[in-house]
């Protein structure tokens, strides 16, 4: 889950609420669902949340869902913004790979450390979530005085506009200075020298040139890597330009607002900027001209049925439409329902039920009566299960000690240290479905039999007292191409009798008592099986058909696995007993 | 009087003027020494004897000790032998006297190192001097030693010079033994018993089936056991404590009209997350707590019409204001085989009737099953662990069923505080975490996650109605249950079978 840091400090400023202490302001922000984590060394609130809200990854995004919990503000509240006076030009050299961009410009934004602390954290989170680790999309942020892109422009009414570009180059391509960095570096460079370029460079490795943005002086941003210090932002900036790039326009665009509400929460008029793509640009946008940042409300109607039949409680029309603006959201009634508009920082609202989650909210889930729903059915177990349960209570009446194993387990320990080898015909010998990059060597495969996962508890277990009666019923499984998953699976039955006159009979006894409990007939011709001392081992056979192995383990196999004592086992599948 | 023969035994050769020891009694009636010893103290106890305690200690030769004994001591067999050198009037070589002494090995050193200590004379720069007034039949040492090579028996300890003894203990060439004497004395009330006549009674050890079948139990007195005695240490065969919650569980949710469900371990991610309205692009999907399959890699055959279905939703929403993601979609990924992260894929799996046909409303239904993280292990994360799910299905369905529902399922665990934490998830609206006081610790700690399942999960499904659904880690049920602290006592390979053997059964 995410986390945000807020200084109090700057939640109760930003809030306008001096009086609430950090007591009240710890519990007011838990009703919000952000948990308090903790506390930096200097005293911000470290804080988690569900992904929902990331409008709320900036203390200003936090202050102000607190100032409508607080009742300070209601409805919905959209900045001004004022007509562009910058052009984003999408060149056609742009990479398909990463064909959109969006931008804003902010002035007069009064950044302080804090608030610079505060983008910069935004920026970061923005990344790590709606961005997809930028890959989705990615922010840079410039002064925007030192960006020249004076130039006059047929296109323009009065023939003249301010533009940057963003264009593709190739990895040996213009030099720049990038941040934390004292050298000039082309874009290739850059991805193998510097460490942020090192980070982030298997985003691009495929791109067939790399994203680039230029001004008139020349390539100032290197996105999603990272920016020129030409154009980095200090607290001394009051004049900023935001650009966006991505792989989905709606995206970067959404993130872009979150941005914009931050912004103007510090004092910031938002201008907007045109983008024009090229008509040769890839994506969908090709020679669109598009008016950022989208600063307009969305609108969904919720049926005033939805909102009561979800929260099972009856509500006036007046107490809907408060709870919508005690939300930050605007409704309408009409005819029993309501056309609610939506704030562009709100991303999280796909569908109409999501409002009524926040009615939800407003009115306090808590304060609804639980009911036990008035709904008959009938209950039961599995036949699996029963049948489980019913060889688990004949296990243990014969004094078998259950086990619960890991389902996962180690090539060694599921074959090699078993003697057996993985595709081979005997009981355990099956190909195991296999892990993708598996961390440890522990745990690679699904098992393909429990006997060794029993093995492993007596190796675990020398030190405790004899005999050991050990079982298990559990899950085991192979490659089957006659399986729709590829994977065939059962549950399996094993045990192990580890005492210092255990035999063969020892095990069959209590096979044949199993037997005779579910019904079946049993059989135990002779076999071979590695696992096991030539002579006395044998297949399980229930009811004619081959279900497993029963003998006394191989020395070789009980010296593995450091056993000083003989051991007697079997295993064969659940449903044989069924 | 009626009393078990060994008691009768013992009451008769005791004697009121002297306490006689339970060896010596036991050797005069025949019988071992602790059945006249129990006997004794069953008459103690019924106040016909006196039996009293003491620790008598004896003393006995090493076999170093007979050695000496019977040779004589080092010591004396060198101040012999420099006698007989002449070693009383001139200083003789100490090779000379050895040789004469005929002592070899360790004793030489033995000889010497105790000749000057008890006055036999000196040695000096390898020359040895014997003190002509020195007297070897006035040895204290080696006339113990005759004494207890004679008689030890006849010996008593007290008798004996507690210095020479301690030296002789040094030497190692005696032994002292401390035993426990027992002896018994008989009381006013026994003489007073033997005078009005005691006899035997019949008395068994066990009774016997020949008891049975002659009747001969009727005429038995049965010996008494120390009932209040520690019995030797059995094993049962015991379900396993986490099975026994899982048990529990599964009782609580049939008696709630739960049904159980069951399916896959290894599935396809359109079953574990595309159905649940999950991106594809989501965090958890491409994380690498996912399981993914390296063989088999993909899965055969998914229904088109609802893979068509769930994509859409993906993209477009649900509903005439819905809104879907903006995220990649790649029927190959569906398709792709991992180990469940959730148990959630058997509701996607039921809901969508593929599993169990149709569902009409209304259904409720769960499982505890096994789910897996690829995640590191530590005190509360397994890489697998049982998953408790559950969902109801009715014409409707609102946020006070669910909580109706929630709060009667934690109060059969004695959680009678549950909070609704609202949440999110991408598959539920409204959400909620809950959460519970522990019933030791006092911590309010989550306890599992719940919601209404969307329409945009539940539309391609083809499912009209509602849906409410929650799950929580057994586990974390089963450590608040038992005050187990580490979960990996509770579970897998590296178990220590005595946490298994010592647990408290659950029920």
Redesign the interface.
Do not use: C
């Given at each position: 889950m995410p986390t945000v840091e807020a200084h109090p400090d700057e939640l109760r400023t930003l809030t306008g609420r001096e009086d609430k202490d950090d007591d009240e302001l710890r519990s007011d922000l838990f009703a919000l669902g952000l948990e308090y984590e903790g506390e930096t060394d200097d005293g911000a609130f470290e804080l988690e949340f569900a992904p929902d809200r990331l409008d709320r990854l900036s203390v200003e995004g936090i202050a102000r869902s607190l100032r409508y919990q607080y009742g300070e503000d209601r409805g919905v509240y959209v900045p001004r913004t004022n007509d562009p006076d910058w052009t984003i030009e999408v060149d056609p050299s742009v990479p398909s790979d990463r064909p959109y961009v969006t931008g804003a410009v902010a002035r007069g934004v009064d950044l302080d450390d804090d608030a610079l602390d505060s983008l910069i954290q935004l920026q970061e989170k923005l990344h790590a979530t709606m961005g997809r680790r930028r890959v989705k999309g990615a922010i840079g942020i410039h002064d925007l005085t030192m960006l020249k892109g004076e130039r006059l422009s047929e296109a323009a009414a009065d023939g003249r506009t301010k533009s940057i570009r963003y264009v593709g180059v190739e990895t040996d391509g213009d030099r720049f200075v990038p941040l934390d960095s004292e050298r000039e570096l082309t874009p290739g460079e850059v991805l193998e020298q510097h460490p942020t370029g090192r980070e982030y460079a298997d985003i691009v490795s495929a791109y067939e040139r790399l994203p680039a943005i230029y001004d008139d002086i020349g390539l100032f941003s290197f996105p999603p890597v990272i920016n020129g210090r030409r154009t980095e932002v200090s607290t001394d900036s009051r004049d900023l330009f935001v650009e966006m790039t991505g792989t989905d326009q709606r995206t970067i665009d959404e993130m872009l607002a979150i941005v914009c509400y931050a912004l103007d929460a510090r004092g910031a008029t938002i201008e907007k900027v045109t983008v024009e793509y090229a008509s040769g640009a890839s994506g969908a946008h090709a020679g669109d001209s598009l008016v950022r940042p989208d600063l307009s409300t969305d609108e969904k109607r919720v049926t005033h049925e939805q909102i009561e039949r979800t929260l099972g409680i009856d509500l006036t029309p007046e107490a809907v439409v408060d709870l919508l603006e005690r939300s930050g959201l605007d409704g309408e009634p009409t005819d029993d329902a309501y056309d609610v508009m939506i704030p562009p920082y709100r991303v999280d609202v796909l569908h109409p039920q999501d409002l009524v989650d926040d009615v939800g909210r407003a009115y306090g889930f808590n304060e609804l009566e639980p009911r036990y729903p008035d709904v008959g059915t009938v209950g039961g177990r599995h036949e699996r299960s029963r049948l489980e349960g019913a060889v688990r209570n004949a296990l243990v009446g014969l004094g078998f000690e259950e086990t619960m194993n890991f389902h996962l387990i180690g090539r060694a320990d599921n074959h090699d240290r078993m003697g057996v080898e993985s595709g081979s015909e005997v009981v355990g010998g099956g190909e195991a479905a296999t892990i993708a990059e598996p961390y440890s060597e522990e745990y690679e495969i699904v098992r393909t039999w429990a006997l060794p996962s029993l093995m492993m508890v007596l190796e675990g277990n020398t030190h405790r007292s004899y005999p050991q009666n050990l079982a298990e019923i559990g899950l085991a499984a192979h490659l089957d191409d006659d399986e729709n998953t590829g994977v065939a699976e059962w549950r399996t039955v094993a045990a192990v009798l580890a005492r210092h006159d255990a035999s063969y009979e020892d095990a069959k006894a209590r096979l044949q008592a199993l037997a005779r409990t579910f019904g079946v007939e049993l059989e135990t011709p002779p076999t071979d099986h590695p696992t096991f001392l030539n002579g006395r081992e044998a297949e399980v056979v229930i009811d004619g058909d081959s279900v497993g192995v029963i003998g006394e383990i191989h020395p070789e196999v009980l010296a593995e696995h450091d056993l000083e004592l003989p051991v007697v086992a079997f295993e064969f599948r659940l449903d044989a007993l069924r | 009087m009626r009393l078990p023969p060994p008691q009768v035994a013992v009451l008769e050769a005791a004697s009121a003027s002297e306490p006689r020891t339970t060896d010596t009694l036991a050797e005069e009636i025949g019988e071992d020494e602790a059945t006249v010893a129990g006997a004794a103290f069953a008459l103690d106890e019924a106040g016909l004897v006196d039996v009293t305690d003491r620790t008598e200690t004896s003393v006995s030769l090493t076999d170093e000790g007979r050695a000496y004994a019977d040779e004589g001591l080092p010591e004396v067999r060198l101040y012999e032998a420099a006698l007989g050198v002449g070693a009383d009037e001139e200083p003789a070589s100490m090779g000379e006297v050895i040789g004469a002494s005929s002592l070899d090995g360790g004793l030489v050193d033995i000889a010497l190192s105790n000749y000057a200590r008890k006055g036999y004379g000196s040695v000096e720069r390898g020359e040895l001097r014997a003190d002509r007034s020195a007297d070897p039949d006035e040895d204290s040492e080696a006339r113990t030693l005759a004494e207890l090579v004679s008689d030890a028996d006849a010996v008593d300890p007290v008798d004996l010079d507690a210095d020479v003894l301690d030296q002789l203990e040094r030497r190692q060439l005696v032994e002292r033994h401390d035993r426990a004497v027992r002896a018994v004395r008989l009381t006013d009330d026994g003489v007073t018993a033997l005078m009005e006549g005691v006899e035997p009674a019949e008395t068994a050890d066990r009774l016997t089936s020949s008891m049975l079948t002659s009747g001969a139990w009727r005429e038995t007195e049965f010996a008494e056991y120390n009932v209040a005695a520690d019995a030797p240490e059995i094993?049962?065969?015991?379900?396993?404590v986490?099975?026994q919650v899982a048990?529990r569980v599964?009782d609580v949710?049939?008696?709630?009209?739960?049904?159980?469900?069951?399916g896959?371990?290894?599935?396809?991610d359109f079953w574990i997350n595309d159905c649940l309205f999950m991106p594809q692009?989501h965090?958890a999907r491409t994380h690498w707590d996912r399981?993914?399959?390296?063989?088999?890699e993909?899965?055969?055959?998914l229904p088109e019409d609802l893979v068509e279905r769930v994509e859409r939703a993906h993209h477009d929403?649900?509903?005439?204001?819905?809104?879907?993601?903006?995220a990649p979609w790649d029927e190959d990924f569906s398709r792709a085989?991992a180990?469940r992260g959730h148990t959630t894929s058997l509701s996607t799996r039921y809901l969508s009737g593929y599993q169990v046909g149709e569902l009409e409303p209304?259904?409720?239904y769960f499982s505890v099953e096994?789910a897996?993280r690829?995640d590191s292990i530590d005190n509360t994360h397994?890489?697998?662990f049982f998953q408790i799910e559950g969902w109801?299905m009715?014409e409707?369905?609102?946020?006070?069923?669910l909580?109706?529902?929630f709060?009667?399922f934690y109060e059969q665990f004695g959680i009678t505080d549950l909070?609704?934490?609202?949440?999110?998830?991408p598959y539920t609206?409204?959400?909620?975490e809950l959460f519970g006081t522990h019933p030791e610790t006092g911590d309010l700690i989550e306890i599992g996650n719940s919601g209404?399942f969307?329409?945009?999960m539940l539309d391609p499904l083809g499912v009209d109605c509602?849906v409410m659904a929650w799950g929580l880690a057994l586990e974390r049920l089963a450590m608040l249950i038992t005050g187990a602290e580490d979960i990996r006592d509770?579970?897998?390979?590296?178990?220590?079978?005595?946490f298994?053997?010592n647990a408290e059964v659950i029920y």
């Open positions: - | 094993r049962a065969g015991r379900a396993h986490l099975r048990d599964t949710l049939v008696g709630m009209g739960f049904q159980e469900m069951e896959p371990h290894v599935d396809a692009d965090p399981f993914a399959l390296e063989s088999p993909r899965i055969d055959d929403g649900a509903g005439e204001y819905g809104d879907g993601y903006n085989l180990l209304p259904q409720r096994k897996y690829n397994l890489l697998e109801v009715a409707e369905l609102s946020v006070r069923d909580m109706g529902t709060t009667e909070e609704f934490k609202p949440h999110y998830n609206e409204p959400s909620f209404i969307r329409q945009e509602d509770l579970h897998g390979t590296l178990v220590d079978l005595d298994l053997r």
